[in-house]
């Protein structure tokens, strides 16, 4: 578990156990003690493992210090036990550190519950149902083996049975239901205070589906949301979105995308999804493309975004004479080691990139450092909606323009004059002309990226141009959007 993942967590553990509690669990305050019991090893946390509640546990053999170690580090005045210097105690010292960011919310409870009199027992229990308990496993050795090849399977599968059991069988389930119903109302509630912000228009439906957004002033924060419950959440928001504008147009597939992100309906294996995204071009969580358009007019070697690492980038240039099947592709390697290594990629390539390339490299934004960049968004944004519904409409309109051409070629003009029916067959050319626009930015960026102008600088710049892009990027959707919805009316059976 990278950092990100082990705060983003624990801030949607300790909303879910206020919702599935049955000793009373505070929201963040439980956790926080949860915590401290669990980083100090105090006593309760023992009793909690004892009495089965601990999800893992890992021990160091301190018989296995080094005598002349030991010796050297305490000449020093150094306990040699706070000394990461072996893998082992590297590996148990992160182990502790995440498992205090897992079971903080379930020691919360487990410690209210005893202390309303619950036998140990039974709280440890208790605690291990207030969220997901990822020991449950089951006996199928079908479902085993996708558990083990198919990334979170396990989790999704096992808090769906959790949000289940919760509101059909446990004692508190009217409680479980109100408290779910009443985060629904609110979220609601917030996408009504939102809706008129064009900084939460313009955010792309994962970003929406997965967190709050709270919008102070010029500031923008936002918080995880919850799995189970935050589902319900953004059913409730998509909900009143279509009341409220009066168009049931595309809900069902709002409900599809929400259930299947919110409990990862992919039985996929972890290792052909990334080979998979590389097939279909697409990042398997934004749906962005890997490549966008124009790349394919350039050596692999130089296929990067403005924001591709410069490591990678630096890598691909030191290929630049081998054949293009031997050279590297950043944005295509830069995709791959996320979709294998996920955050821990992407942390090794920022730091690579500070060390290597720091004085070439704009200053890093608030959002891009890591923990703070899951609650916090700067202005300007660094994607919106807008992006990948631009790359949808002009691959869309490309290939019915292709297709129009081939079928004039083979004398089948009888369905060359159906496909101009289609919405996107007058749409090409505006679609072509803000690409080129697009693509003189993203030239633009790339140049500043290798000026001599301080960090500062280019990110002052870059900024700038990431402005005019999410606004050229906007109006392409809009247009494009207004011309259809023009030509469908103007062909529509009049009255």
């Known amino acids: 578990m990278t950092p990100d993942f082990m705060v983003a967590n624990i801030a949607r553990d300790t909303i879910m156990g206020s919702v599935m509690s049955r000793a009373g669990f505070r929201p ?6 949860g915590m401290r019991l669990r980083v100090t090893n105090d006593p309760i946390y023992r009793e909690f493992v004892a009495n089965g509640g601990g999800l893992s546990s890992i021990f160091l053999d301190e018989a296995k210090f080094r ?83 198919v990334m979170f399977l396990r989790p999704a599968v096992v808090s769906m049975d959790r949000l289940f059991r919760g509101v059909a069988h446990d004692p508190n389930r009217g409680a479980i239901a109100t408290k779910a119903g009443m985060l629904a109302l609110m979220s609601a509630a917030l996408y009504l205070y939102n809706r008129s912000d064009p900084r ?29 419950v935050g589902a319900l959440a953004s059913v409730a928001e998509r909900s009143v979105e279509k009341l409220v504008d009066d168009d049931a147009h595309g809900l069902g597939g709002d409900f599809a995308r929400i259930l299947g992100a919110t409990f990862n309906l992919n039985f996929m294996p972890q290792l052909l999804a990334p080979l998979y995204e590389q097939a279909t071009n697409r990042t398997g969580f934004t749906k962005a493309p890997i490549e966008t358009p124009g790349m394919e007019d350039m050596q692999p070697f130089l296929r990067a975004k403005p924001t591709t690492s410069e490591t990678l980038k630096a890598a691909g240039m030191a290929t630049r004479d081998l ?17 294998y290594f996920n955050t821990f990629a992407m942390y090794g390539l920022a730091l690579s990139d ?50 129009l051409r081939e079928l004039d070629k083979i004398g089948r ?83």
């Open 28 to 33: 963040i305050i439980d956790s926080l003690n």
């Open 413 to 495: 003009s009888e369905i060359a004059d159906d496909k101009e029916k289609a919405p996107m067959a007058g749409e090409y050319r505006p679609l072509e002309v803000a690409s080129k626009s697009l693509a003189s930015i993203n030239q633009e960026m790339r140049a500043i990226r290798r000026s001599a102008d301080t960090p500062e600088e280019k990110r002052a710049k870059l900024d700038k141009l990431t402005e005019e892009r999410n606004q050229l990027l906007k109006t392409a959707v809009k247009e494009t959007e207004a011309s259809i919805k023009a030509t469908a009316k103007a062909a529509a059976p009049q009255p």
């Open 354 to 403: 500070k060390a290597f390339f720091d004085d070439k490299t704009p200053a890093m934004r608030t959002d891009q450092l890591p923990v703070v960049r899951r609650f916090y968004a700067q202005e300007p944004a660094q994607h919106t909606k807008y992006e990948t519904q631009f790359y949808d409409m002009l691959g869309e309109a490309s290939r019915l323009r292709g297709t």
């Open 323 to 339: 054949p293009e099947a031997l050279q590297i592709n950043p944005v295509r390697t830069e995709a791959l080691l996320r979709g």
């Open 67 to 149: 005598a002349k170690l030991s010796r050297f580090y305490q000449s020093q005045g150094i306990s040699y036990k706070t000394v990461l210097n072996t893998p082992e105690k590297l590996l148990g010292f992160i182990e502790t550190l995440g498992d205090a960011f897992e079971s903080s919310t379930r020691l919360g409870e487990y410690k209210r519950a005893v202390d309303s009199g619950v036998n140990p027992r039974h709280a440890a229990y208790l605690a291990r149902e207030i969220s997901t308990d990822f020991a449950m496993r089951g006996d199928s050795k079908p479902l085993g083996f996708l558990y083990d090849t």
């Open 200 to 228: 939460y228009q313009d955010l792309p439906d994962w970003d929406r589906d997965s967190h709050w957004h709270f919008f102070v002033g010029d500031q923008h924060f936002r918080y995880p949301k919850i799995w189970e």
